[in-house]
């Protein structure tokens, strides 16, 4: 069945064709009826969503206009502040905790009609590639639930797949938006650094982390995306540009006649065949389409792995700290504080946090600094300027998202197998550059394929423009 | 060579606050050995000539104005505690002084 | 101690009076009740991010230029370390890239010490530990209104530590000197001439006993004539100058004991003990502290343009220093002699007295002793009754004691024309033909004492003096009266 678009529902609300309230309903009825199968959600919002739907209403009956989301149930990755409402990031150092304070894409969601369903689950603290990590237990992939939804934003990935909410937000720091839309089946976008606020994002690594939409279509996130961006005083890393809105940019994706795409060499390498079979059937469809597409190299992306697992661990291992067991979440008594604080975050964190505190830690710890994160930090300058070079000469970059279509549960229990998922969406965060995967063909066992395209800093609008181009040939 | 070894990962859980078992020890000190071995990529990298990249956007001379806002009412911030008294978090004795 | 030197440096944490917290829109505050300034931001919630107030960095780039920094491009660092007073677990401060560099700070006697940085940092919040004490369980949650959840256990009855966040996120800057001080007092000149320019620059209260200005001293010892520094020691703990200057005094004997008994001084930190008077190494740590300091990526660096620099520099106001120096070739003497008039804010008056033609020394000598023996009568005093009292003085119409019983009149808020007072008290000066007619009497009545008097024996001076204010009913200049003895006894040698 062919998902219901926000786009759709929103209008038909707002003109009081359709009541948000049964849109609600609808989508609660979805939920009940497969998500017991699926765990897409750690909490679902009935009785907020109930609510929020009948204001929508009431405000529509008072011939008021609710905003572009009106009536919209959107699924929000447990790693987001709602205030009153646990957010737990799947892990059980925060279970049951409530925070006082909306994040700002949350508050931004609901000014715009947004009805928030549910808390999404996810690898815990954000932190891998298919959701396993969660300490809730997995969540399933609606095309194959012997399959993993990819990682971290599993949950948000799966509810949208499965049609339990036209729209989600997930949270991307080395691919975690982008690699589970693609094993999902979903469009998954992680804007430019800075363009979405932090505010309320419970922090994995602050250099590296953006919030971003999934949808079923490239429009529907397009839509989430215009009413999540902008600047927030209360992120200092918040960019004031002010873009113009991406629903204009995809409606102009049609014509791509002109545009330059360069097939990123590097990130081809290690693929598996059919994954390569779908990029290679997207560039020629663009061809088609009207676009100069050709290969690029961007040679320093075959570092982007090493410097990731050495920059967002000593990043998050700091981020981490403050889980202590001092003033919220859970504390293990102990006769002193340090014993309290060692007893508490052993039992609280599972073995992936644990692995990457302590790496690093490492990274950053004395005599280390330099080789290890202060390094990972200049090799992040060459990967800009490799990409800089590359953007010179193409509008926009073209590559696989993940490397293979979703894996068997168990599959990857080794970490650096599970990190190589994430070789082909690293290099994005790094740069700070935007990024879209787009569903496009299947691999060999039938399972969706996901294409990804980058462009540079602040240049959404190519990027919604080329992955509506791809969807459309898709 | 053998970059991380169990004396090490004992003292980084240390200084991370982890209590970790010796199986973990063992566990932990192979899988980090494994990352830290694929990163010698980036280690033999001469960079020294290159900058950091702190942020991916050159921003700067973010503030705010000196105002006063109202913050988060006292017994919402101690009701989520695990112990408080007093109106203030309540912890268990601490050994050593603050550095 | 002799052939020993001690070395002192200093570092003092000057929390800022900024309306709200560094990177938060709590408000500043001291003395509220615990725990009612907090936002997720200083309380350092899940999801919560740093902004940074635009006073604070004002107010820091003012101190760093009060102290002839220079004003640098700065980043804010992380400091990772765990304990409770840190919401995050780790402090956001500055590293190698501080806000200033590279200053001097002048003593009022003249000296310079060197001002290595001033960086910007967050505050911590306050622990108050509660002491090992028979108090079970349930009645330690009955008695203090606990709000656990029912059904955790507790351990109590043990020491445990309340913690409060009302400062957590307050600014500081922290002002590291180099160790250029050699004495307690040289330290305790320092702290109060920094504490002088902090509150001149109105950006801190400055109090040592409210924590507003927080000392740490770093001292040393080494024999005198050394060029090698000794191994240091870090002293807290220091609530007072008082504490400050016994603290070093007493660290420095200390280890002047341990290197002159063969032993060696451990570099460690000591707390100071101000009931015992003696300072203690401190509980040692398992280890070494690993700050892993590394860049804050939830901040983008700070580099205050030429404009911004300009019109702090231009808002600087007069500091102690410079008014020593003004004061001072006003009145032709050393800037070290003007020091406490400037500390006590008597330079204005005595500089206007002056530029209105009063004598320089003897207007610094009524305002050093009678006026600022009475400040809050100072503040009724106005320039031009101070002037006219000077000058009477210094013309002879008014001797210096009389003078000085005029000024307390005016301190006392009983008028402010000098000369009305004094005819009201019944002073007039001597005329100077009455005074030397005076003198000549009493040379004349003793004839053998003023013979003693002329070889130059000086214990008849006095009896002279004194039988001059006899007769002249004490409205005679003692030093007048001196001055002529001498002429005379001169003009009898001839």
Request: charged fraction near 25%; include cysteine; aromatic fraction near 6%.
């Amino acid at each position: 069945m062919t998902a219901e678009r926000a786009i759709d529902i929103a209008a038909a609300v707002r003109k009081g064709e359709r009541s948000a309230r049964d849109v609600v309903d609808e989508h609660l009825a979805r939920i009940a009826e497969r998500d017991g199968e699926l765990h897409a959600f750690n909490l679902v919002l009935a009785d907020e969503a109930r609510a929020a739907a009948e204001a929508v209403d009431a405000a529509v009956a008072r011939g008021e206009d609710p905003g572009p989301l009106a009536g919209v149930p959107v699924a929000l990755k447990d790693n987001l502040c709602t205030r009153g409402i646990p957010t737990t990031c799947s892990s059980r150092i925060l279970e049951g905790w409530r925070p006082p304070y909306d994040a700002t894409v949350v508050e931004r969601v609901a000014a715009a009609g947004g009805i928030a369903i549910g808390k999404t689950n996810l690898d815990e603290f954000a932190m891998g590639s298919s959701t396993e990590n969660s300490a809730f237990g997995p969540t399933r992939n609606p095309h194959d639930p012997t399959r993993v939804p990819g990682g971290s934003s599993g949950g948000s990935a799966a509810a949208v797949a499965a049609q339990f909410a036209p729209l989600g937000l997930g949270s991307d720091t080395g691919g975690s938006i982008r690699q589970p839309a693609a094993l999902c089946g979903v469009v998954g976008m992680k804007p430019t650094y800075g363009a979405v606020s932090r505010y309320g994002l419970i922090a994995f690594a602050s250099s590296l982390d953006q919030i971003g939409p999934f949808a079923t279509t490239v429009a529907d996130a397009a839509l989430l995306y215009d009413v999540i961006a902008g600047h927030d005083p209360l992120d200092s890393t918040s960019v004031h540009d002010r873009l113009p809105p991406m629903v204009e940019a995809v409606r102009q994706g049609e014509d791509v006649d002109g545009m330059r795409i360069g097939i990123v060499r590097e990130l081809m390498e290690g693929i598996a065949p059919d994954v390569v079979a779908q990029v290679n059937r997207a560039a020629d469809a663009l061809s088609a389409a009207g676009a100069k597409v050709d290969e690029v190299s961007v040679p320093a992306c075959v570092y982007g792995l090493s410097a990731y697992y050495l920059i967002a661990p000593a990043e998050c291992s700091s981020n981490l700290a403050r889980y202590d067991g001092v003033r919220y979440g859970l504390r293990v008594d102990a006769p002193d504080i340090t014993a309290m604080y060692s007893s508490t975050r052993a039992a609280g964190f599972g073995a992936e946090v644990k692995r990457r505190i302590m790496l690093g830690t490492y990274a950053l710890s004395a005599g280390y600094y330099d080789a290890y994160y202060g390094k990972a930090q200049r090799v992040r300058t060459l990967i800009v300027r490799d990409f800089d070079a590359a953007y010179k000469r193409f509008d926009a970059l073209l590559s696989p998202t993940s490397p293979t279509t979703a894996f068997a549960f168990g599959a990857k229990s080794d970490p650096l197998a599970m990190y190589m998922s994430d070789v082909c969406t690293i290099p994005s965060n790094l740069s700070g550059h935007p990024a879209i995967s787009v569903p496009f063909g299947v691999g060999e066992d039938g399972l969706p394929v996901g294409v990804q395209v980058m462009a540079n800093a602040l240049q959404e609008a190519t990027v919604f423009r080329a992955g509506a181009a791809l969807e459309a040939q898709a | 060579m053998s970059r991380i070894n169990g004396d090490d990962v004992r003292h980084v859980a240390r200084l991370a606050r982890l209590d970790v078992t010796d199986e973990e020890v063992e566990l932990f000190t192979g899988q980090l050995e494994a990352v830290l071995q694929h990163a010698q990529d980036v280690e033999a990298l001469d960079v020294a000539d290159v900058p950091p990249t702190a942020h991916p956007l050159p921003l700067a001379n973010v503030f705010r104005d000196d105002e006063p806002r109202p913050g988060v009412d006292r017994d919402e911030v101690l009701a989520m505690a695990p112990d408080a008294a007093d109106g203030r978090f309540r912890v268990p004795r601490i050994l050593g002084e603050a550095p | 101690m002799s052939g020993w030197e001690t070395v002192i440096g200093l570092e003092v944490h000057c929390e800022l009076k900024t309306r709200t917290k560094l990177f938060c829109s709590c408000t500043n505050a001291f003395g509220d009740e615990p725990n009612t300034n907090v936002c997720p931001v200083c309380l350092g919630l899940p999801g919560s991010l740093p902004v940074i107030n635009r006073a604070a960095v004002e107010y820091a780039m003012r101190i760093g230029m009060a102290l002839s920094c220079s004003v640098e491009p700065s980043i804010f660092h992380r400091k990772n370390y765990f304990y409770p007073d840190m919401p995050k677990d780790y402090q956001i401060s500055q590293y190698d890239q501080p806000i200033n560099v590279d200053g001097w700070l002048e003593l009022p006697d003249g000296k310079r010490v060197g001002i290595v940085r001033a960086h910007m940092e967050e505050d911590t919040g306050k622990t108050t530990h509660v002491g090992g004490g028979a108090s079970r369980r349930s009645s330690a949650l009955d008695n203090m209104g606990s709000t656990a959840p029912a059904g955790r256990t507790r351990i109590h009855g043990a020491e445990f530590s309340l913690v409060d966040y009302n400062r957590a996120g307050v600014p500081l800057v922290e002002i590291v000197s180099a160790p250029d001080m050699r004495s307690a007092d040289e330290a305790k000149a320092y702290v109060n001439e920094l504490r002088s320019i902090l509150v001149a620059a109105d950006v801190s209260d400055g109090k040592m006993e409210e924590g507003s200005l927080r000392v740490d001293a770093n001292v040393s010892v080494r024999q005198a004539g050394a060029e090698q520094f000794g191994t240091r020691c870090e002293i807290k703990n220091l609530n007072s100058l008082r504490s400050l200057g016994r603290a070093i005094e007493y660290e420095a004997r200390r280890q002047v004991q341990l290197l002159e008994s063969g032993d060696v001084v451990v570099q460690e930190t000591r707390h100071w003990n101000e009931d015992e008077g003696r300072t203690h190494a401190m509980r040692s740590k398992e280890e070494a502290d690993d700050y892993r300091y590394f860049p804050e990526p939830d901040l983008v660096p700070v580099a205050p343009d030429a404009s911004w620099l300009a019109s702090v520099e231009s808002s600087l106001p007069v500091l102690p220093a410079q008014r020593r120096s003004a004061l001072a070739s006003a009145a032709g003497v050393a800037a070290s002699d003007v020091a406490l008039l400037v500390e006590l804010d008597l330079d204005d008056l005595v500089g206007s007295a002056i530029a209105a033609g009063a004598d320089p020394k003897r207007a610094i000598n009524r305002a050093a002793n009678e006026v600022a023996a009475d400040l809050e009568g100072a503040r009724r005093l106005s320039v031009e009754s101070f002037t006219a009292l000077v000058k009477l003085e210094a013309d002879g119409k008014l001797t210096a004691t009389q003078a000085k019983q005029v000024l307390a009149a005016m301190l006392a808020g009983e008028g402010d024309d000098p000369a009305a007072l004094a005819a009201a008290k019944g002073f007039e000066a001597m005329s100077s033909d009455a005074l030397a007619a005076a003198v000549d009497e009493v040379i004349a009545a003793n004839p053998d004492a003023w013979a003693k008097f002329v070889e130059g024996d000086p214990k008849v001076a006095g009896l002279f003096v004194g039988q001059v204010m006899k007769r002249t009913s004490g409205k005679a200049d003692g030093r007048l009266v001196t001055e002529l003895l001498r002429a005379r006894a001169a003009s009898a040698e001839a």
